[in-house]
C-alpha cells in the first residue's frame, strides 16, 4: 500500500522560509517522478516543482529561484525547501508519485499516487 505524508506547513510571515518533508512508503521515491502541487482556495490545483528519477529539478515559473526540490534516498522522503515566500504561497501542498516516463510532467492527472496536503500559509 502507497502512503506519501506531507508534513512541515504552518504559518510564516512574508519573507519568511518552510521545508515540507514527503514520507513516503510502498513505493521507492528514486523510481517515481516526484512533483508538489499547490490549491489555494477557490482555484484550480497547480503545479510547483519536481524531482525526477535522474536527480533533475523542474519549477513553475511563480516559484522559480525561491523554491528548490530535494530528495534523499536513504530516507525515502523527498523536500521542498520554500524562501522568500509570499502571501500568494498560501495554498494546501500536496505531494505526488508519477510513474510516467520522462522528466517533467506538469500535470495532475500524469500523477498515479497522492498525500493529503499540508496548509502552508503565508501572512503578510
Known amino acids: 500500500q502507497v502512503q506519501l505524508v506531507e508534513s512541515g506547513g504552518g504559518l510564516v510571515q512574508a519573507g519568511g522560509s518552510l521545508r515540507l518533508s514527503c514520507a513516503a512508503s510502498g513505493l521507492t521515491v528514486s523510481s517515481y517522478i516526484m512533483g508538489w502541487f499547490r490549491q489555494a482556495p477557490g482555484k484550480d490545483r497547480e503545479f510547483v516543482a519536481l524531482f525526477s528519477r535522474n536527480a533533475n529539478t523542474y519549477y513553475a515559473d511563480s516559484v522559480k529561484g525561491r523554491f528548490t526540490a530535494s530528495r534523499d534516498n536513504a530516507k525515502n522522503t523527498v523536500y521542498l525547501q520554500m524562501n522568500s515566500l509570499k502571501p500568494e504561497d498560501t495554498a494546501v501542498y500536496y505531494c505526488?508519485?508519477?510513474?510516467?516516463?520522462?522528466?517533467?510532467?506538469?500535470?495532475?492527472?500524469?500523477?498515479?499516487?497522492w498525500g493529503r496536503g499540508t496548509q502552508v500559509t503565508i501572512s503578510s
Open positions: 505526488a508519485a508519477s510513474s510516467q516516463p520522462g522528466r517533467a510532467r506538469v500535470n495532475d492527472y500524469e500523477y498515479d499516487y
